[in-house]
């Protein structure tokens, strides 16, 4: 990686970092407290969140029939994806303690704060928990097989790829084979601890 493209990349995250503040200034208004890692809100916000939560019967009143006859279907996926956590769990185990990487945090990937949400009845609150795990569960996936292909085939492909894991930007050029063997054993030994 060139020192042109490093500083497209610094610029980058810089500006990420900026949006981030701008989202937090944006959303201020909300007020909640982040204690020991659980959301708290004043106990009026709480409360007037809780007098816009739509109740059961209405809820299911508006929920289309097929969207309900598609839930089993929806929820039954929970059982691959506790078993993929667990493969994840013993594959980062195994391999990343041979490979001497440094592990991927879990917790980094999986959040479930939507419940303290006063707005949210019990089938919502169950659907946001379903969405976060199996979204935090992909992202963390791909942070491990991120991190196995760093060390294993760190090379960028041809085609552009809609979405990158945070090693990516490591990845050597597609095609460049001097630089391949070069830069193969120094990106090795700089992605283990």
Same mark, same amino acid.
């Given at each position: 990686?060139?020192?042109?493209?490093?500083e497209?990349?610094?610029?980058?995250d810089?500006?990420?970092?900026?949006?981030?503040?701008e989202?937090?200034?944006?959303?201020? $208004?909300?007020?909640?407290?982040?204690?020991n890692?659980? =959301?708290?809100?004043?106990?009026?916000v709480?409360?007037?969140?809780?007098e816009?939560?739509?109740?059961?019967?209405s809820?299911f009143? /508006?929920?289309?029939?097929? $969207?309900l006859f598609?839930?089993?279907?929806?929820?039954?996926? =929970?059982?691959?994806?506790?078993?993929?956590? =667990?493969?994840?769990?013993?594959?980062q185990?195994?391999?990343?303690?041979v490979?001497?990487f440094?592990?991927i945090k879990?917790?980094d990937?999986? $959040?479930f704060?939507h $419940?303290?949400?006063?707005?949210?009845?019990?089938i /919502?609150?169950?659907?946001?928990?379903?969405?976060?795990?199996?979204?935090?569960?992909?992202?963390?996936?791909s942070?491990?097989?991120?991190r196995?292909?760093l060390f294993?085939?760190?090379?960028?492909h041809a085609?552009?790829v809609?979405?990158?894991?945070?090693f990516? /930007? /490591?990845?050597?050029s597609?095609?460049?084979?001097?630089?391949y063997?070069?830069?193969?054993k120094e990106?090795?030994?700089h992605?283990?601890?």
């Amino acid at each position: 990686m060139n020192d042109k493209i490093r500083e497209l990349i610094e610029e980058i995250d810089s500006m990420k970092l900026k949006l981030a503040e701008e989202i937090d200034k944006q959303e201020s $208004h909300i007020s909640y407290e982040i204690k020991n890692g659980y =959301v708290t809100f004043e106990k009026e916000v709480l409360a007037k969140q809780r007098e816009n939560m739509k109740n059961l019967l209405s809820w299911f009143r /508006e929920v289309p029939l097929l $969207h309900l006859f598609t839930a089993p279907l929806i929820y039954a996926m =929970v059982i691959p994806a506790i078993m993929f956590d =667990v493969l994840l769990f013993v594959y980062q185990q195994v391999a990343f303690r041979v490979f001497k990487f440094e592990f991927i945090k879990r917790s980094d990937y999986m $959040h479930f704060d939507h $419940h303290y949400l006063g707005y949210l009845n019990i089938i /919502e609150k169950l659907n946001c928990l379903y969405c976060s795990y199996f979204n935090g569960l992909m992202q963390y996936a791909s942070a491990i097989a991120g991190r196995t292909e760093l060390f294993f085939c760190p090379i960028k492909h041809a085609k552009k790829v809609v979405s990158q894991h945070k090693f990516y /930007e /490591e990845f050597l050029s597609y095609g460049d084979e001097e630089e391949y063997q070069k830069k193969l054993k120094e990106l090795r030994k700089h992605s283990q601890k």
